[in-house]
């Protein structure tokens, strides 16, 4: 009997050194609470679409308590695409300042008031966020020059979402920053029927269209990065992300000229 006590003593007292001994999870940087947010504009109606925002709503954001992160347009825009990021301190925030936003009388007064030849937006598309533990801190800041900024959704194959975060986390970033890719932000959604499992959302910056096209000639062909892409994959059985094309997109984007961010 003494003998059983003491070898269970002994396991729990191991078990407990080797989890102290295990390196704990990175404290995440950014812990805010993001929506990326996409609309399509009616045919002919991007720009009055545009200037709804630059002249009201991004003012009105701020005054309830949304943080304006950055608004894009695709460098390729045949559906007529708005894409901008706002930020807020939690869901229950969000949900508040939304409901305050909709009702604030300036705010009908310019929707209805933009809305008077028509509708500007045929389909809006809404994502809710959290940043990955290796995220920068979101900032919605101008860099030195316009930058050419790089939307990407990586779609996992089934249980792979935590194997492509660590590649991003232990190799990725540092190779991105090494051929002057700048790290924006990376987040997972929130919500399951948008990809809480198996979904990995992050923006890129490049100093240029021309800058991008030569980072990412350079970047694959490190072999860094051929050997940290072979061992990832050759631990998970295969590829980390489905079959083209739907594992990864890519969508270059213009800031526009009342972005937080450029």
Same mark, same amino acid.
């Given at each position: 009997? =003494? &003998? !059983?006590?003491?070898?269970?003593?002994?396991?729990?007292?191991?078990?407990?050194?080797?989890?102290?001994?295990? /390196?704990?999870?990175?404290?995440? @940087?950014? @812990?805010?609470?993001? *929506?990326?947010?996409?609309?399509?504009?009616?045919?002919?109606?991007?720009?009055?679409?545009?200037?709804?925002?630059?002249?009201?709503?991004?003012?009105?954001? *701020? $005054? !309830?308590?949304? &943080? %304006?992160?950055?608004?894009?347009?695709?460098?390729? %825009?045949?559906?007529? $695409?708005?894409?901008?990021?706002?930020?807020?301190?939690?869901? *229950?925030?969000?949900?508040?300042?939304? @409901?305050?936003?909709?009702?604030?009388?300036?705010?009908?007064?310019?929707?209805?008031?933009?809305?008077?030849?028509?509708?500007?937006?045929?389909?809006?598309?809404?994502?809710?966020?959290?940043? +990955?533990?290796?995220?920068?801190?979101?900032?919605?800041?101008?860099?030195?020059?316009?930058?050419?900024?790089?939307?990407?959704?990586?779609?996992?194959? +089934? =249980?792979?979402?935590? %194997?492509?975060?660590?590649?991003? =986390?232990? !190799? &990725?970033?540092?190779?991105?920053?090494?051929?002057?890719?700048?790290?924006?932000?990376?987040?997972?959604?929130?919500? $399951?029927?948008?990809?809480?499992?198996?979904?990995?959302?992050?923006?890129?910056?490049?100093?240029?269209?021309?800058?991008?096209?030569?980072?990412?000639?350079?970047?694959?062909?490190?072999?860094?990065?051929?050997?940290?892409?072979?061992?990832?994959?050759?631990?998970?059985?295969?590829?980390? +992300?489905?079959?083209?094309?739907?594992?990864?997109?890519? +969508?270059?984007?213009? /800031? &526009?000229?009342?972005?937080?961010?450029?």
């Amino acid at each position: 009997m =003494r &003998t !059983h006590v003491l070898l269970c003593i002994v396991a729990v007292a191991a078990a407990a050194l080797a989890a102290a001994e295990e /390196p704990a999870a990175p404290a995440p @940087k950014e @812990k805010r609470f993001f *929506e990326m947010r996409t609309y399509y504009a009616a045919a002919g109606k991007l720009d009055a679409l545009q200037a709804r925002f630059r002249n009201h709503a991004v003012k009105l954001f *701020e $005054k !309830h308590g949304i &943080t %304006n992160i950055g608004y894009w347009v695709p460098v390729e %825009n045949p559906e007529n $695409k708005l894409i901008y990021v706002l930020a807020y301190p939690d869901r *229950e925030a969000r949900e508040k300042s939304w @409901k305050e936003f909709m009702a604030d009388p300036e705010w009908q007064a310019a929707y209805k008031e933009s809305e008077k030849d028509g509708k500007l937006v045929a389909k809006p598309e809404s994502i809710y966020m959290k940043a +990955t533990d290796f995220s920068p801190e979101v900032a919605p800041v101008a860099g030195p020059t316009p930058r050419t900024f790089e939307l990407r959704i990586y779609k996992c194959t +089934t =249980r792979n979402l935590p %194997n492509l975060l660590a590649r991003f =986390r232990d !190799h &990725t970033l540092k190779l991105f920053e090494k051929y002057g890719i700048a790290n924006i932000a990376y987040w997972t959604p929130v919500d $399951k029927d948008k990809g809480a499992d198996d979904t990995l959302i992050y923006i890129v910056a490049h100093k240029s269209f021309e800058a991008a096209d030569a980072a990412w000639k350079a970047f694959r062909a490190d072999p860094d990065w051929q050997a940290a892409k072979k061992a990832s994959e050759d631990k998970a059985g295969g590829s980390l +992300t489905a079959p083209a094309p739907d594992g990864v997109k890519s +969508t270059f984007m213009t /800031p &526009t000229d009342y972005s937080p961010m450029k």
